[in-house]
């Protein structure tokens, strides 16, 4: 079997807090194929950007592991960290804010060329013009500033700046979070003609569920720092298990008039992610919740490919 462009086991996030420890990040397990895109959903503050994160070594894992082609990365310091982060990269939420206001357009594409230290000036003036060409900066903007172009333009500028080290493996963060719908499109078509075109390898971090099925092979569904269930994108969709996926499809908004999306409309209080106890986390909002789900839970894998993290998920 080919090995995997990104595996993560058991990877988990902590972090301090005056109230105890968040356990934003707790034991999360799967795999990334070559050329894939896994979308990540959940509610804001579930874990998933931070997730990614972790992933790429912006933040270190409070334990766990990390492989990048099959090579443990968890631990990586100074020159093999450097050139791990050459193959990961990160698209950011806010196209505005994670360009630096003082450096144009151009400047901001240079930048990780010239940090790298492994290419020419000639190389790198070559590479900033293909990069703003691949996706698709008119030359007429290449000495604007970021306050100066719309949403879509920055997220362009964004996505050049992440591919400039031809890397295999990027987190998509949000990226079109903040983008109008119509911009929506065109980043989400640019995106996925540049991974046919280079065969990059995809996390895609969301909460909008029409956007994930677009553009997702696999899909991670988070709940509180956990993984609550994980199939291909279309059974998903078509067979949704744990009950916190059936309560986000049913979210989605139906052009149907004469059949609309029965809502599932979840009640209770959520469970704080400070010191957790042991036991399903989504029980306390859950219609089926028993007193076995305060037990600790185990993912099983209830048909190929499709794990879910319920005990009860045998009689639902």
Same mark, same amino acid.
């Given at each position: 079997?080919?090995?995997?462009?990104?595996?993560?086991?058991?990877?988990?996030?902590?972090?301090?807090?005056?109230?105890?420890?968040?356990?934003?990040?707790?034991?999360?397990?799967?795999?990334?194929?070559? +050329?894939?895109?896994?979308?990540?959903? +959940?509610?804001?503050?579930?874990?998933?950007?931070?997730?990614?994160?972790?992933?790429?070594?912006?933040?270190?894992?409070?334990? +766990?592991? =990390?492989?990048?082609?099959?090579?443990?990365?968890?631990?990586?310091?100074?020159?093999?960290?450097?050139?791990?982060?050459?193959?990961?990269?990160?698209?950011?939420?806010?196209?505005?804010?994670?360009?630096?206001?003082?450096?144009?357009?151009?400047?901001?594409?240079?930048?990780?060329?010239?940090?790298?230290?492994?290419?020419?000036?000639?190389? %790198?003036?070559?590479?900033?013009?293909?990069?703003?060409? $691949?996706?698709?900066?008119?030359?007429?903007?290449?000495?604007?500033?970021?306050?100066?172009?719309?949403?879509?333009?920055?997220?362009?500028? +964004?996505?050049?700046?992440?591919?400039?080290?031809?890397?295999?493996?990027?987190?998509?963060?949000?990226?079109?979070?903040?983008?109008?719908?119509?911009?929506?499109?065109? =980043?989400?078509?640019?995106?996925?003609?540049?991974?046919?075109?280079?065969? #990059?390898?995809?996390?895609?971090?969301?909460?909008?569920?029409?956007?994930?099925?677009?553009?997702?092979?696999?899909?991670? =569904?988070?709940? #509180?720092?956990? =993984?609550?269930?994980?199939?291909?994108?279309?059974?998903?969709?078509?067979?949704? $298990?744990?009950?916190?996926?059936?309560?986000?499809?049913?979210?989605?908004?139906?052009?149907? %008039?004469?059949?609309?999306?029965?809502?599932?409309?979840?009640?209770?209080?959520?469970?704080?992610?400070?010191?957790?106890?042991?036991?399903?986390?989504?029980?306390?909002?859950?219609?089926?919740?028993?007193?076995?789900?305060?037990?600790?839970?185990?993912?099983?894998?209830?048909?190929?490919?499709?794990?879910?993290?319920?005990?009860?998920?045998?009689?639902?």
């Amino acid at each position: 079997m080919p090995v995997p462009v990104i595996e993560v086991k058991h990877l988990k996030k902590y972090f301090s807090t005056p109230r105890g420890m968040l356990h934003a990040v707790d034991d999360v397990s799967f795999t990334i194929e070559r +050329g894939k895109t896994l979308g990540v959903v +959940g509610e804001s503050g579930c874990g998933k950007s931070t997730l990614g994160r972790t992933i790429i070594h912006l933040h270190e894992p409070s334990a +766990g592991q =990390v492989f990048l082609d099959g090579n443990d990365i968890t631990g990586v310091r100074g020159g093999d960290l450097k050139r791990a982060r050459e193959k990961m990269q990160i698209i950011f939420q806010d196209p505005y804010s994670s360009l630096d206001s003082r450096k144009t357009i151009e400047s901001t594409v240079r930048e990780p060329l010239k940090v790298a230290k492994k290419y020419s000036k000639a190389e %790198i003036d070559e590479k900033t013009i293909a990069l703003m060409n $691949l996706v698709g900066i008119d030359e007429r903007l290449r000495q604007s500033y970021p306050h100066e172009l719309d949403g879509g333009r920055r997220q362009r500028v +964004g996505i050049a700046r992440a591919l400039a080290l031809d890397p295999e493996f990027v987190v998509c963060d949000e990226p079109v979070s903040a983008l109008d719908v119509s911009i929506q499109a065109q =980043v989400l078509n640019l995106l996925k003609k540049l991974q046919m075109d280079k065969g #990059l390898t995809y996390m895609f971090v969301t909460h909008d569920m029409s956007v994930v099925r677009h553009i997702s092979d696999d899909i991670c =569904v988070m709940y #509180l720092g956990q =993984v609550v269930e994980k199939c291909p994108a279309k059974e998903l969709f078509r067979m949704p $298990l744990h009950p916190y996926t059936k309560a986000l499809l049913s979210a989605i908004p139906s052009v149907d %008039i004469h059949h609309p999306n029965k809502r599932e409309i979840l009640k209770g209080e959520i469970t704080s992610p400070i010191n957790p106890k042991p036991g399903c986390r989504f029980a306390a909002r859950c219609p089926h919740a028993t007193e076995a789900c305060q037990q600790a839970q185990v993912q099983e894998e209830v048909s190929p490919g499709h794990f879910v993290t319920c005990c009860r998920i045998h009689e639902l």
